[in-house]
């Protein structure tokens, strides 16, 4: 089966696309009368996937739904829940200031489960159902609404990713005895206690290219100087890099990885943390993961026992490899580019074709009948679209 190219989604993978989007929207009460159904991590793909559309199409109106889902995630996931004793904003602002500045108290993850009460043991199969706050799904909110701004050029949703990353590094680092800053892995919803102590393998390095990308886009906007400088905040996770191991076999910490390579890639030299040899430490971590995720088998396993947004999460990023592939064809030579980065994003772009692999099982009406799909039928069609049409999430605009 001929694969179409990188440069752009084929016409029928952009009406798939397109049709899941709208779904969504309407079954998650965007477009329709349904009752809100926010989850934090769905929306930010969702965010991305609109804007990639009203880029590929021209139309004012999935721009619009854009700017509407940023709306409704701040006022349901920026607030307590509805069966919460509290009420309000979640950062504890008045109303009306709460509303100007909707991500001062962090977002919530959107999880059916109230959050683990203080002093409740940890039941970790449950934990996963409670909400809270992720870090790793806090950083990608700040790149939806980045890509906001890049596509606006409107500063406020910068400013809020901004504010959502001054307050996420002030919530989830620590200073530990002897080995400098550390992370949690999740927050209560107030952020006021860790419900889940351990680091995430990635998030200080989520969090460090994160607050580089919010910078320089605030450089590059008009007014957009208002609001919180991070090049402490910047300078504060870039403290955790240094010996960090960052190779995985998860399918979606290998398509997080090459995501975070196609940023560094494209903002290299706007920001001295984001460097040729930052750039070439992700890929050759992904390099190194891929072979133990294939090798693992999952890939061959029956839909029934496979979790698709994984799977997509990694397809996504092996579009952003090539990416990278088509751009070393480029004359003149792309400043990005030495004799190391070449070899590794020739080697990996190998690997690329797999990505449209697990597109082609996923499109497959009938795996798409599994239980595992329907599970998570949001953030599985959510993540399909992105891989299908990725210029939405991988490309920064103005970059």
């Not at 752009?8 to 779904?23: N, T």
């Not at 088998?297 to 698709?308: C, I, K, V, Y």
């Amino acid at each position: 089966m001929a694969h179409p190219g990188p440069r752009e989604a084929s016409p029928l993978h952009q009406q798939e696309a397109v049709q899941l989007m709208l779904r969504f929207a309407e079954r998650t009460g965007l477009t329709s009368e349904s009752p809100q159904q926010r989850y934090l991590w769905t929306d930010s793909f969702a965010v991305c996937n609109f804007l990639g559309m009203a880029r590929t199409s021209g139309d004012a109106r999935t721009l619009q739904l854009a700017l509407d889902l940023v709306e409704r995630v701040h006022r349901t996931l920026g607030r307590h829940r509805p069966d919460d004793t509290r009420r309000g904003w979640i950062s504890g602002l008045a109303e009306r200031e709460g509303a100007a500045h909707p991500t001062r108290g962090g977002l919530r993850i959107g999880k059916p489960l109230p959050e683990r009460r203080a002093g409740e043991p940890l039941e970790e199969q449950q934990e996963w159902d409670r909400d809270g706050q992720y870090f790793h799904y806090l950083t990608k909110w700040m790149h939806a609404l980045d890509q906001v701004a890049r596509a606006t050029r409107q500063p406020s949703f910068n400013l809020w990713a901004r504010e959502l990353a001054q307050v996420a590094f002030r919530a989830f680092t620590y200073p530990a005895p002897g080995s400098g800053l550390r992370m949690v892995w999740k927050m209560s919803i107030d952020l006021s206690r860790p419900l889940v102590a351990s680091m995430g393998q990635h998030d200080p390095l989520d969090g460090a290219i994160s607050a580089a990308q919010l910078q320089a886009t605030r450089s590059s906007l008009p007014d957009g100087h208002e609001g919180p400088d991070l090049d402490d905040v910047v300078r504060g996770f870039a403290s955790m890099l240094p010996g960090g191991h960052w190779a995985t076999a998860d399918p979606l910490g290998l398509g997080g990885l090459l995501l975070d390579a196609s940023r560094v890639q494209q903002l290299l030299g706007r920001a001295p943390l984001l460097t040729r040899g930052l750039l070439h430490t992700l890929l050759t971590a992904a390099l190194e993961g891929l072979p133990h995720y294939l090798a693992e088998g999952e890939l061959r396993l029956p839909a029934s026992r496979r979790l698709a947004f994984r799977e997509l999460g990694l397809s996504l990023g092996l579009h952003a490899v090539e990416r990278m592939a088509l751009a070393l064809q480029a004359a003149p030579r792309a400043p990005w580019v030495d004799g190391e980065t070449e070899a590794l994003v020739q080697t990996l772009g190998r690997l690329a074709p797999l990505g449209r692999d697990i597109e082609s099982f996923w499109l497959l009406p009938e795996h798409r009948e599994s239980p595992t799909w329907a599970a998570h039928r949001d953030i599985n069609e959510v993540m399909l679209a992105s891989s299908l049409m990725p210029e939405g999430c991988l490309v920064l605009a103005g970059a």
